[in-house]
Every structure is written in C-alpha cells, then in structure tokens.
C-alpha cells in the first residue's frame, strides 16, 4: 500500500460502515520477495486492523482475466 493510505481511509470513517475497494490492485504494492499468497497477506494487514478498530467492513474487489467467451 502507498504511505498515507490508511490515514486517507480513516478521514472518511465518521459515517459509512463498508468500504469497497474496486480494484484492490491500485493499492496494492508488492515487493517481489514471497509468494503471492505471503505477500497479499502482509499488504492487507493494515486494513484487516482498520475494520477491526472500527468495526466496519472492508471489501476488495480483484478481477481475473477473462480470456474468451463465456457460455
């Protein structure tokens, strides 16, 4: 996550209850070192804090590839 994330997330946390973030990529900053898994983990734990300390909800949305047609 870059620097300053979470403080701009707590100015808007006077009212709402669930933050949706489309996509979660945009804020997510990996370092390369781990597995994705590991990583993601350790980049969420910021937010994964925030909801608990504020008793919200936190949702990440993250798209896949869709490489063809479906149906």
């Known amino acids: 996550m870059e620097p ?3 403080k701009q997330l707590e100015g808007f946390l006077d ?3 669930l933050i ?3 996509v979660l990529q945009r804020i997510l900053v990996h370092k ?3 597995n994705a898994y590991t ?3 350790d980049v ?5 804090e925030l909801a608990r ?3 919200i909800t936190v949702l990440g949305i993250h798209h896949t ?7």
């Open 4 to 6: 300053g994330f979470i």
């Open 15 to 17: 009212g709402p209850r």
């Open 20 to 22: 949706v973030i489309d």
């Open 32 to 34: 390369g070192q781990g």
């Open 39 to 41: 990583e993601d983990y």
């Open 44 to 48: 969420m734990k910021p937010l994964h």
């Open 53 to 55: 300390a504020r008793g």
């Open 65 to 71: 590839r869709q490489g063809g047609q479906v149906g």
